[in-house]
């Protein structure tokens, strides 16, 4: 929203990801850019993109190794380590994911830290919400969610 009356503006942009919905979006305040991962349209995307504030231009990066397409997963900035932590969400078949990636900021390479695993007693793997605890922690918090596996909806608070 912007100017005076609140009011919405819409701006063309050239080259743009795929439209999407359930995906990741946060962002950079180092470099001033959102970065915005996964999601669904017409498929489950695993897809890693960049969008200038200033330029107003987005950009792909080109990934070898990156997360399974995945939608409803979580994605934080550490501005601290220069690093995006996602975990979990959904994949193409509305199975749970429990692995946890790290993506470097200045490469925009990923890193997989935490393999899928299957547990009822994973952290919540499809979370109502997480909260970034960077700068001031060095863990982010996940709060409730959905288990699969056992239909549970815990109300917890799980950190890592």
Do not use: C
Not at 92 to 103: A, E, H, K, N, Q
């Amino acid at each position: 929203m912007s100017g005076p009356e609140n009011e919405w503006i819409e701006y063309t942009i050239g080259s743009s990801p795929p439209d999407r919905y359930w995906g990741n979006v946060v962002f950079d305040s180092d470099e001033n850019r959102i970065v915005m991962f996964g999601g669904h349209g017409v498929m489950d995307y695993d897809d890693t993109w960049s969008f200038d504030v200033g330029l107003m231009v987005w950009e792909s990066a080109s990934q070898v190794d990156k997360p399974s397409p995945r939608s409803s997963s979580h994605m934080a900035y550490d501005p601290v380590n220069n690093v995006f932590v996602l975990f979990g969400g959904f994949d193409g078949d509305g199975g749970s994911l429990s692995d946890t990636w790290i993506l470097d900021a200045e490469t925009m390479q990923w890193t997989e830290v935490f393999e899928q695993h299957e547990s009822v007693d994973d952290p919540v793997q499809n979370s109502t919400g997480v909260i970034p605890g960077f700068p001031l922690w060095s863990f982010i918090v996940v709060f409730a969610g959905y288990y699969m596996a056992s239909k549970r909806h815990p109300s917890g608070i799980t950190t890592r």
